[in-house]
């Protein structure tokens, strides 16, 4: 009996590390966020942007950012979001712990933080912290 309590004990944290490691990570077509466009190369976005004449938007985040999650979850897969992004920008997210230069490159101290590079690769505008959709929307309308 012991042993059966044990082995379903381990199949439960199993399933449960399997559920966890599903939602954490980026779909089979590289997206964060399902419905935004995204790569995941700085130098890619900023030769794409040239091409397309559209701006880059670097989304700085983290593991273990309760304010990063919260505006992918709210912000980032507002409808009316996605399409304005999808439509004007190339778009990368940024891991600040991991691309470290491209952060101190951009003056990033904190996530999650937004930079809007036009087609050049020249910083545009930055907004910082966790931001509605209403007010994301306000910043990305006028770039």
């Given amino acids: ?40 190369d700085v130098n890619q976005a900023l030769n794409d942007a040239q091409h397309s004449n559209k701006s880059v ?9 309760y304010y990063c999650d919260q505006f992918k979850k709210d912000t980032l897969n507002n409808k009316e979001v ?3 992004l999808n439509e004007k920008f190339d778009v990368v997210f940024v891991d600040i712990n991991k691309q470290t230069d491209v952060a101190v490159k951009h003056h990033v101290m904190g996530t999650p933080t937004c930079v809007i590079l036009d087609s050049n690769g020249n910083d545009v505008s930055k907004i910082e912290g966790y931001v509605t959709s209403d007010e994301f929307l306000n910043a990305i309308k006028e770039i």
Avoid: E, P, R, T
């Avoid at 938007?57 to 950012?65: A, N, R, T, V, Y």
């Fill in 82 to 84: 996605q399409k304005i």
């Fill in 1 to 40: 009996m012991k042993v059966y309590k044990l082995l379903m004990l381990s199949v439960v944290i199993l399933l449960a590390l399997v559920s966890v490691s599903a939602v954490c990570s980026s779909d089979s077509n590289g997206q964060i966020v399902n419905g935004l466009n995204s790569v995941s």
């Fill in 57 to 65: 938007l670097l989304i700085f985040d983290q593991d273990s950012c």
